[in-house]
């Protein structure tokens, strides 16, 4: 099973972004997607920002995610 994460883009540059993956920082790849900007939430998947998402889908997702490493 595949599983994407939510992030905020923090800086956007020449085809790559710095994001904040709750917490965690790291660079991606945007070349999928266009029209982002700092501020931004993204779905990413091994390295690569896979889709453009709102801030409540990015929610929802962490508390999913929180729930499936709870067990419940």
Same mark, same amino acid.
């Not at 800086?11 to 020449?14: A, E, L, Y």
């Given at each position: 099973?595949?599983?994407?994460?939510?992030a905020k883009v923090v800086?956007?540059?020449?085809g790559t972004a710095i994001v904040d993956a709750t917490g965690a920082k790291r660079e991606i790849s945007t070349e999928l997607l266009t029209d982002l900007h700092p501020g931004d939430y993204v779905m990413v998947h091994a390295g690569?920002? &896979?889709a453009k998402i709102t801030s409540d889908d990015s929610e929802e997702t962490k508390? &999913?995610?929180e729930e499936l490493s709870d067990g419940n």
């Open positions: 099973m595949c599983v994407g994460l939510p800086r956007m540059k020449n690569l920002a &896979i508390e &999913i995610m």
